[in-house]
């Protein structure tokens, strides 16, 4: 499985801005797709994470429900994080992830740099 993330990039608090996250490859065997984030000196957090199976659940970092929207469409193989409301506490590099339960592996994207001004 391969992975490509695009979107990011700079705004100012209050904006918005979208990520999305194509997969290629041996995408039958995904069972789900997220992002993670890490700020300087941090350690890398779930930001937002939608399941394949179990109707499509999602998950979200508490410091980020009701401003982060994760999709996903199935026909391109991608999924998609809405960020609004963004705060400078956002500012991080941003990893597209998908895991496969059945080989027990986890696909990293390259990240992708959102920075917050305020």
């Known amino acids: 499985v391969q992975l490509q993330a695009s979107g990011g990039g700079l705004v100012q608090a209050g904006g918005s801005l979208g990520l999305s996250c194509a997969a290629s490859?041996?995408?039958?065997?995904?069972?789900?797709m997220g992002w993670y984030r890490q700020a300087p000196g941090k350690q890398r957090e779930l930001v937002a994470f939608?399941?394949?199976?179990?109707?499509?659940?999602?998950r979200y970092a508490d410091s980020v429900k009701g401003r982060f929207t994760i999709s996903r469409d199935y026909a391109k193989n991608t999924v998609y994080l809405q960020m609004n409301s963004l705060k400078p506490e956002d500012t991080a590099v941003y990893y597209c992830?998908?895991?496969?339960?059945?080989?027990?592996?986890?696909?990293w994207g390259q990240g992708t740099l959102v920075t917050v001004s305020s």
């Open positions: 992830n998908a895991i496969s339960v059945g080989s027990k592996s986890d696909y």
């Open positions: 939608i399941f394949t199976t179990s109707g499509g659940s999602t």
């Open positions: 490859g041996s995408i039958f065997s995904i069972n789900g």
